[in-house]
Every structure is written in C-alpha cells, then in structure tokens.
T-cell receptor, first 109, second 115 residues
Framework: KQEVTQIPAALSVPEGENLVLNCSFT??????LQWFRQDPGKGLTSLLLIQSSQREQTSGRLNASLDKSSGRSTLYIAASQPGDSATYLC????????FGQGTELSVKP | GAVVSQHPSRVICKSGTSVKIECRSL??????MFWYRQFPKQSLMLMAT?????????EQGVEKDKFLINHASLTLSTLTVTSAHPEDSSFYIC???????????FGNGTRLTVT
C-alpha cells in the first residue's frame, strides 16, 4: 500500500529564507508527482507537476525535484514571503491520488 | 488555467436530510473526478473515483449507499450525502483531471455541518 510521508510537519521561518520541503513514498512506482498548496478552509492549488519521465520542474521561486529511485521529492522555495504561508501537500498520481499529511509553513515578516 | 467550481462552499443541514454537492470543470473536459474528505489538521482522504459514464469506485470503508456519486457528463460530478449525521460534518473537496498525464485541479471545497 502506497504511503506518503512529508517532513517537516510544520515549519516557521523568517521572511527571505530559502527552504526545502520533503516528500517520500513507500512504493517507488511513482507516476506523476504533483505539489499543491492549501490555504485554510480552501481547496488545493496546483503548484508544480513533474511527469514520471522528468526530474524537476520550476515555476518562479519554486523548484520541485523527483528522484524515483529513492521515492523522494523535494520542493524548494527561494526567498520565502509571508504570502507563502500555507499547507503544502505532495501527491503521487497513480490510478488514484495519495496525499501526504502536508507541511504547514509559516513565513514571518 | 483550468478551473474547477465546487458548490456550495458551505452548507448546514439537519440530521436525516440529504445534501448534494456539485463539482464542475469550467474550461476542460474531466474524464476523471475524485472526491475527498478532509478533517481538521489532516490530509485529504480519497473517498471515491468517478469516470464519466460509469459507476464510481469507492475506497475501502466508504459507504457507497451513503455517499452517492454521479458523473453524468464530462463537466459535472455530484456527491450526495444521504441521511446525514453529525459525524458526516467535514470538508469535502472534489478534483478533476482531463487526460491521464494532465495536472489535477481542485475545487475550493464544501464545508458541511450537520446539526
């Protein structure tokens, strides 16, 4: 059974810091890997999608990498801002999506 | 970008009544839609997967007679919570996907409160 673990569970940083969020899978049969952010009481916003044949994707200050051999993905956020405060979720898109518990990020001004 | 509209955003109902939640893909054809449930401070729990024109596939432990899912068109899926109980109170989120390798897009969720 596929399980997704996200580390850390919570993170609080001052504005401007670079940070890394981690996601790992118990089953290395990774399909597409997608990172989302969720604001309180809201749905999910897609951030980056890494196709199974790719190793990384970049969008603005965000960079996500995928290492299928180890079953890990990282989300790198450069020069963090208070508006980045949210819960970040990763998911492995197989036949159905499995989500991690998320990393709750707080960026202090 | 692709937009998924979920309605209503909030609903309060009495025990024993039924509530219907709609999920629409506004600018793409959703061959597959997913329904999730989320408790406070927890991640999303997949309830069921629906493909247009066929019966939904429910996850283990999810009662299909209680959570009725209909995916009658490529742009609309509905989740009906039948005979609602207070323990059904939760945040329900739908998501939709076009082709197999395309990104998944989420609705903004529905906060259901059963009194």
């Amino acid at each position: 059974k596929q399980e997704v673990t996200q580390i850390p569970a919570a993170l609080s940083v001052p504005e401007g810091e670079n940070l890394v969020l981690n996601c790992s899978f118990t089953d290395s049969a990774i399909y597409n890997l997608q990172w989302f952010r969720q604001d309180p009481g809201k749905g999910l916003t897609s951030l980056l999608l890494i196709q199974s044949s790719q190793r990384e994707q970049t969008s603005g200050r965000l960079n996500a990498s995928l290492d299928k051999s180890s079953g890990r993905s990282t989300l790198y956020i450069a020069a963090s801002q208070p508006g980045d405060s949210a819960t970040y979720l990763c998911s492995n898109q197989g036949g159905k999506l499995i989500f991690g518990q998320g990393t709750e990020l707080s960026v202090k001004p | 970008g692709a937009v998924v509209s979920q309605h209503p955003s909030r609903v309060i109902c009495k025990s024993g009544t039924s509530v219907k939640i709609e999920c629409r893909s506004l600018d793409f054809q959703a061959t597959t839609m997913f329904w999730y449930r989320q408790f406070p401070k927890q991640s999303l729990m997949l309830m069921a997967t629906s493909n247009e024109g066929s019966k939904a596939t429910y996850e283990q432990g999810v009662e299909k007679d209680k959570f009725l899912i209909n995916h009658a068109s490529l742009t609309l899926s509905t989740l009906t919570v039948t005979s609602a109980h207070p323990e059904d109170s939760s945040f329900y989120i739908c998501s939709a996907r076009g082709q197999n390798n395309s990104p998944l897009h989420f609705g903004n969720g529905t906060r259901l409160t059963v009194t």
